[in-house]
């Protein structure tokens, strides 16, 4: 199984990001998926997540308003569009697909299947 993470970057604060995360090895169309991201320093938090039929989603506080998920559920992609990026939202963000299909997108955790992560660099 593997999920590979794309699009980070240098980019200006008030720019916007489009992150994608390709899964293959196994489908995930039941399965819960989402991003995550740890800053230097910092653990490791959760950013957003998509329910394992699409139809719900849950955000951080932290980037509520500024981010929406999406997912392709036939071909088992996943992206993350993030805009007005502040410098705080520099971290390696990290894809993530639960293991067990019909989770909850807010259970996603570190017993699921994660991404080698992208590096977004916001820059003041």
């Known amino acids: 199984v593997q999920l590979q993470a794309s699009g980070g970057g240098l980019v200006q604060a008030g720019g916007s990001l489009r992150l994608s995360c390709t899964a293959s090895?196994?489908?995930?169309?039941?399965?819960?998926m989402g991003w995550f991201r740890q800053a230097p320093g910092k653990e490791r938090e959760f950013v957003a997540g998509m329910g394992w039929n699409g139809e719900s989603t849950y955000y951080a506080g932290s980037v509520r308003g500024r981010c929406t998920i999406t997912r392709d559920i036939d071909k088992d992609t996943m992206n993350l569009q993030i805009v007005s990026l502040k410098p705080e939202d520099t971290a390696v963000y990290y894809c993530v697909a639960a293991r067990y299909e019909y989770g909850l997108e807010t259970s996603l955790g570190e017993t699921d299947y994660w991404g080698q992560g992208t590096q977004v660099t916001v820059s003041s």
């Open positions: 090895g196994r489908t995930f169309y039941r399965s819960a």
